[in-house]
Each structure stands twice: as C-alpha cells, then as structure tokens.
C-alpha cells in the first residue's frame, strides 16, 4: 500500500486555486460575483483553510479583489489591466518564441500544426473551451522547447487574468487567430526567427487592441 499517501496541504490549495481560478475564466462566477470560502469549500469537498490560500493567490493575480471582514469578489474585467498583462504575457511569448525556433524539431512544428487545425476547428464550431485549449497547446510547444522558466512561470501567472477577454474574441467566427497562426508556424519550420517573433508581437497586438475596446 506504499502508493496509497495522505495528499499534500499544498495539493489541496492547488486543487482549490485551480478550480476556483477555472471557474473566474469560464465565466461560472461572473465579475462581481462575491464568493465565500465556506461556501466553495463544501462544493470541493476541502476544508476552509485551502480555499482562503486560493482566495489569496487570486487576489495577488488580480482574479479577485478583498475588503477584510466585508466581501471576496471577482474582479470585473477591465481594459487596461488586460492590456498591461497581455504586454507582459505578449514579450514572453516573444523570448520564448526567439529562442525556440533554431531548436524545433520537425515534430515540434507538426504538433503546432496540428494544434491549429483543432483551434480552426473549435472557433468554427464555437467551441471557446477547445479554441483555448488548443491555442495553448500550440504556443506551449515554443515555451517548452525555449525551456526558459522565469518566462514560463510568468506566461502561467498572467495568462488567466487575460482568459475572459480572449473568451470573447474565440468565440467569433471571424477570429484572426488562426491565419496568424499559420503565419507563426512557416516562420518557425523555414527557421525564420525575426518573422516568427513579429507574427507572435501581431497575435498580442491584436488582443490589446481587443482590450482597447473595453
């Protein structure tokens, strides 16, 4: 019975940041929602004490905002919050994406490839869930292959805080996404770094411009 360990606090406290983080991006608890941690506790099936260390972290990440002894709630999505986090998310794509490229392997770009015709598929079918899912998969192959974690940690930290604006933009048919997608992909299979690197400054662009909008 060696595999059979209590789990880990520091589990439940991922499990619930992750969870209640998920659930922000999603749309389940809408912007200025409030939220209790007793409440989310018993529909995790966790104790309070891991749910408060997730309410923490999310307000460190600017997913929930706190008043002490008067309300948790979700933060409403604001423009130039999302425009500060996609510039910083957008330059480490950028590194990563510079560094990557003399490193792809063939497979590495069909992986890429074959990430995109999932995300093609899903914002044709109105799929935002798999649309999101597979335009991670895509730009994650990059931040692998460039193995720098600093920049990882950070893409990982901001990323949520931009999720429900990029919802909206996925969930129309005329998303530019793919096509400069595909763009991405030839720089990085010719080993064209600069192009790739600009075609990644355009994928942020256009998400900053989205959150000009707002």
Same mark, same amino acid.
């Not at 510039?87 to 770009?109: I, K, N, Q, Y």
């Given at each position: 019975?060696?595999? $059979?360990? %209590?789990? =880990? *606090? +520091?589990?439940?406290?991922?499990?619930?940041?992750?969870?209640?983080?998920?659930?922000?991006?999603? &749309?389940?608890?809408? %912007? &200025?929602?409030?939220?209790?941690?007793?409440?989310?506790?018993?529909?995790?099936?966790?104790?309070?004490?891991?749910?408060?260390?997730? @309410?923490?972290?999310?307000?460190?990440? &600017?997913?929930?905002?706190?008043?002490? =002894?008067?309300? +948790? *709630?979700?933060? %409403?999505?604001?423009?130039?919050?999302?425009?500060?986090?996609?510039?910083?998310?957008?330059?480490?794509?950028? /590194?990563?994406?510079?560094?990557?490229? %003399?490193?792809? @392997?063939?497979?590495?770009? =069909?992986?890429?490839?074959?990430?995109?015709?999932? @995300?093609?598929?899903?914002?044709?079918?109105?799929?935002?869930?798999?649309?999101?899912?597979?335009?991670?998969? /895509?730009?994650?192959?990059?931040?692998?292959?460039? &193995?720098?974690?600093?920049?990882?940690?950070t893409i990982a930290r901001y990323t949520p805080l931009? *999720?429900?604006?990029?919802?909206?933009? @996925?969930?129309?048919? +005329?998303?530019?996404?793919?096509?400069?997608?595909? =763009?991405?992909?030839?720089?990085?299979?010719?080993r064209r770094a600069d192009e790739a690197v600009r075609?990644?400054?355009? $994928?942020?662009? +256009?998400?900053?411009? /989205?959150?000009?909008?707002?």
């Amino acid at each position: 019975m060696e595999a $059979i360990r %209590p789990v =880990q *606090r +520091t589990l439940l406290r991922d499990r619930a940041y992750e969870s209640i983080r998920d659930a922000i991006v999603a &749309g389940e608890l809408e %912007p &200025g929602a409030v939220v209790r941690d007793a409440e989310l506790a018993e529909r995790l099936g966790l104790s309070r004490a891991p749910v408060r260390e997730a @309410f923490s972290r999310l307000v460190d990440e &600017g997913l929930l905002e706190s008043k002490p =002894q008067s309300y +948790t *709630r979700v933060t %409403p999505v604001v423009g130039a919050d999302v425009r500060d986090a996609a510039a910083v998310v957008g330059s480490m794509h950028e /590194l990563a994406t510079r560094v990557a490229v %003399p490193r792809l @392997f063939a497979a590495d770009v =069909q992986a890429m490839r074959a990430a995109n015709e999932r @995300f093609a598929a899903a914002v044709g079918a109105g799929d935002v869930e798999g649309a999101l899912r597979a335009d991670d998969e /895509l730009h994650d192959v990059l931040v692998r292959v460039a &193995g720098n974690h600093a920049a990882a940690a950070t893409i990982a930290r901001y990323t949520p805080l931009i *999720r429900r604006l990029e919802r909206r933009r @996925f969930g129309a048919s +005329t998303c530019r996404s793919a096509g400069l997608h595909e =763009q991405l992909i030839d720089a990085c299979a010719a080993r064209r770094a600069d192009e790739a690197v600009r075609v990644t400054a355009e $994928i942020w662009r +256009t998400l900053a411009d /989205l959150a000009d909008g707002d």
